[in-house]
């Protein structure tokens, strides 16, 4: 019997109307994943409660096609130089303009690309318990110069108020050295610097056993959701504004408190030359942007127990779905940035 092929097209058509198919794909393929074949090396510093804004920033480059390592972990000073010299890519928790030396060090605006603002108005200063601070009449870091005043939060027997500081190298633990120094605080004032989770933790006990406390803190954090300010403590101001190697520096806030920090922006800096070969990815930096208020709820999160690497990736798939019509608009956006 006769097959009827007059309907039947020859094979080579076939494969030559699939190769114009896939070619004419390919390039709607590539806009949609402008960082495929490129590898993405992330920073961030010790502080576990970073790593959610750090993933975040990774899985919006994976979903425009970066290949992402796994996160490197290393303090700030030593972050900037990295990614200067472009042995890593990107670290999503520059506080700005407290480390404002560690930038210019690396080379500033020349070697390093940060572009808009990550998460906002984050506060800094000195904290101290309520009770003793209403029991006392304590508003000002400055009443410490006095020996009775400082005597109350002396937890060692050394005659010094015990304040709780910062990492050996953080930009705080400086500030707080230059400011225990012009406010003639050296004699009754010593700050405790190591690891700040594990001091803090020290902090917390005392408080909740009814010592006076004094620690230097900040938010985004999860302490603020434990040690409630104006419930628990209370920010202290300080005497006037002074910060090192800035001596027209201006610390008070809006409402005239002045806390001795300023207000300061987390922002994510990346290599510069890697970024102007990524447009999308320089873009994405520059919108990305997300709450205090949802830092320190995940923070806190990881406070009671949720703490693994697979709970805040968790966390940050909840953000992710919770926010969906902002996340998708980032992502067009940047592709966007890449097209021609």
Partial sequence: MRRNTAHRRPLRDILAAGLIAIITATPALA???PGAGVTVIPL???IAEETFQTILVMKALEDLGYTVEPIREVEYAAAFIAIANGDATVMADNWDPQQ???FENAGGRDTLYREGVYAPNGLQGYLIDKKTADEHGITNLGQFKDPEIAALFDHTGDG???LTGCNPGWACEQVIEHQIEVFGLRDTVAQNSGSYSAIIADTITRFKQGEPVLYYG???????GVLVPGEDVVWLNVPFSALPDDPNADTSQPDGSNYGFEVNNQRIVANRAWAENNPAAARLFAIMQISSNDISAQNLLMRDGEDSEAD?????????ATHQD???AWLEEARAAARP
């Fill in 31 to 33: 806009s949609d994943r």
């Fill in 44 to 46: 961030k510093s010790s």
């Fill in 100 to 102: 404002a030396g560690f």
């Fill in 160 to 162: 010094k108020a015990d």
């Fill in 218 to 224: 900040w938010t985004p954090y999860w302490i603020s």
């Fill in 312 to 320: 805040i990736k968790r966390h940050a798939e909840a953000w992710i």
């Fill in 326 to 328: 902002t996340w998708t």
